[in-house]
Structure formats: structure tokens, C-alpha cells
């Protein structure tokens, strides 16, 4: 059979990757420059541009009305505080969930057009996505939140004020049901899934990604309004390590569920249960606390991680080489 001179030779096959999360980033386009448009559509185009326009008008009410000025150095936590800006905490909170709309349409655009895969890729190496494991995580991490706020009114009661009002109360904890999947589970399908696979098939590795992910966890939270309050130095472990350990127990789980579980139910509990005033979400919760305490924040959200990890290894029975393999 005659064969065309001008065709291209058929590509080499790939050797099968050690870990399937990263294997199963192998489908569909995966060229170097795909990555790059794409981070650029969902983090400039969904998230910083079109996700902002509800809170940019926002900003120009407040502004408008004296609340706040767009000149002010503090305008981001101000800005989403409901009594500095005069309006309804649930209103606040939708409007500061629209920008993780925005951003996981985007997401969803580029993986299936630009990359043209599955979406399910970018989120687990299975068939489907494993609720079982999703459950187990969501379900640990809640009993460690409820503990860890019984040991802190403890240790502290008049940091903690009682602000429960049913009505507005209800109103937050459907709407946190309703946008904080969205918002959670954004960070962890483009951070831990998209970015992840992007690097992890480029290195052929787990372990770059988990280093690179981890920080860009942190930087990204950079913006939220407590570090302006704390300082980067007391708030970047607060970050650093969430995002260290979740990209971990990506690479060791091969797929997103646990992360997805851990993180949203770590959101829901700040966003019903307690806040404090610094809090980049704001919404009618049952407590408020006065002031944070990051170092003892931290030591504890670091122990509490080591005990989710370990639960999950046995549970899960996860390989350690995983890792790095």
C-alpha cells in the first residue's frame, strides 16, 4: 500500500505513569501551550474579570453611598463586610460566590473544548467520582472542626459571641450549600486537577506538582482580607499547609474526592457555624469570634490534617510511594 510522504510518523507510545490521577491527565490535547491559554481563560478571563463585575459594583455602591472609598489600602476586607457596607451578610455572600461561578463555567469551557476531555478526568482516575471516599473525609473533618471550636470556646469563652438569628441563619446555610461546592471545589478542580495534571505530565512525577500546587494555594489566598488584618507571615502556614496536605492526598488517593470532601465541609463550618470579623466570607453564623489567634490556629489545623491523613491511609490503604512515583 502506497503510503502519503507528507504524513507525520505515528507518535512513540507513552510508558503508563505510575500514578493513575496523573495517567488519566493524559486525555484528550495536551500540548504545553493548551495549559497556558487555559490558566489564562478561567484565572484572568473567568475569575478576575467576569467574576468580579457583581463585587465591582458593589464596590461603587459602597463608594457612592461613603460606606467605603476604592481609594482605601483596606477596601478588600471592608468591602466585604456587611455592616461596614450597610447591606444583608447572605447578599454579601452570594455576591462574593459569583466570582467562583464565573471561574468553574470558564473551567469547564477549556477542559472540554480547548483540551477536549472529560471533565470527570480532571477529577478522578475512576470510572466516577468515589463518594465513599468523598463522605469518609467530609465526615472527619467535621467531628476535628466541631472539636477543635469546643476546645477553643474552652480555652477562650469571651472571644466567642452568640449571634445565632434563625431566619438569616437558614437562609446562609442554604445558600452555603448551594455556592460553597462551587467555590470549594473550584480551587480543587483547577489547582489540585487541571494544574496539577498540567505539571505532573510534564515532570512524570507527583511530586513537583504537590510542591508547586501547595504554594500556589497559598499565593492565591494571599488576597483574602485576614492577611491584611494578621499579616502574611502569621497567615501563609494557614495556607501553605491545607494546600500542601490536599495536594498530597490527591496524589495518594489518584483523584480529588477526599480533598473535595475535607474542603468544603472546612468552608460550610466557617461559613454556618463561626467566623470572625477578618473572615473573607461573611455570613449569619452561629457564632462570631472577636479575634483570631493564628499561631494557635495553625498548630492546631496542622494536627488536626495529621489525623485526617492518617485516618484516611489506613482506611484508604494508600502507598506512600505515590508520592513520588
Known amino acids: ?15 503508563p505513569l505510575h500514578n493513575r490521577f496523573l495517567e488519566a491527565g493524559r486525555e484528550g490535547k495536551n500540548e504545553w501551550w493548551r495549559y497556558l ?18 463585587l465591582l459594583a458593589m464596590a461603587l455602591y459602597g463608594h457612592k453611598q461613603g460606606y467605603i472609598s476604592i481609594y ?16 444583608d451578610p447572605n447578599l454579601v455572600f452570594v455576591v462574593s460566590m459569583f466570582i467562583f461561578v464565573a471561574a468553574m463555567f470558564a473551567l469547564w469551557i477549556t477542559v472540554r473544548f480547548l483540551h477536549k476531555k472529560r471533565f470527570l478526568s ?63 471545589w473550584w480551587e480543587e478542580f483547577f489547582i489540585r486537577g487541571y494544574i496539577f495534571q498540567g505539571i505532573g505530565l510534564a515532570t512524570k512525577t507527583p511530586a513537583i506538582p504537590i510542591l508547586i500546587t501547595a504554594t500556589l494555594f497559598g499565593i ?16 501563609l502556614p494557614a495556607y501553605l499547609a491545607p494546600g500542601l496536605f490536599l495536594a498530597m492526598m490527591v496524589a495518594l488517593d489518584e ?50 490534617f495529621l489525623i485526617l491523613m492518617l485516618i484516611l491511609g489506613i482506611v484508604n490503604k494508600w502507598d506512600i510511594k505515590k508520592l513520588y512515583r
Open 1 to 15: 500500500m502506497d503510503t502519503n510522504p507528507f504524513d507525520a510518523p505515528p507518535p512513540a507510545p507513552s510508558e
Open 37 to 54: 491559554i487555559g490558566i489564562l481563560i478561567v484565572f484572568l478571563a473567568g475569575y478576575s474579570i467576569v467574576g468580579q463585575i457583581p
Open 72 to 87: 482605601d489600602e483596606d477596601i478588600a476586607s471592608k468591602l466585604l463586610n456587611p455592616r461596614i457596607m450597610h447591606l
Open 122 to 184: 480532571i477529577i478522578t482516575s475512576g470510572p466516577r467520582i468515589r463518594w465513599n471516599r468523598f463522605l469518609l473525609s467530609a465526615g472527619i473533618w467535621l467531628i476535628l472542626s466541631a472539636a477543635g471550636l469546643y476546645v477553643s470556646m474552652q480555652m477562650d469563652p469571651d472571644n466567642f459571641v452568640f449571634v445565632f438569628n434563625p431566619v438569616p441563619f437558614f437562609i446562609t446555610v442554604i445558600l452555603a450549600l448551594l455556592l460553597l461546592p462551587i467555590q470549594t
Open 220 to 235: 492565591v489566598h494571599m488576597m483574602n482580607p485576614e492577611v491584611a488584618k494578621y499579616g502574611v507571615a502569621s497567615m
Open 255 to 304: 483523584g480529588l474526592e477526599s480533598a473535595m470532601g475535607m474542603h468544603l465541609v472546612n468552608n460550610l463550618f466557617g461559613t454556618v457555624a463561626v467566623t470572625s470579623s477578618s473572615s473573607a466570607i461573611q455570613a449569619n453564623t452561629i457564632w462570631v469570634a472577636k479575634e483570631m489567634d493564628p499561631a494557635t490556629d495553625n498548630i492546631g489545623l496542622i494536627g488536626s
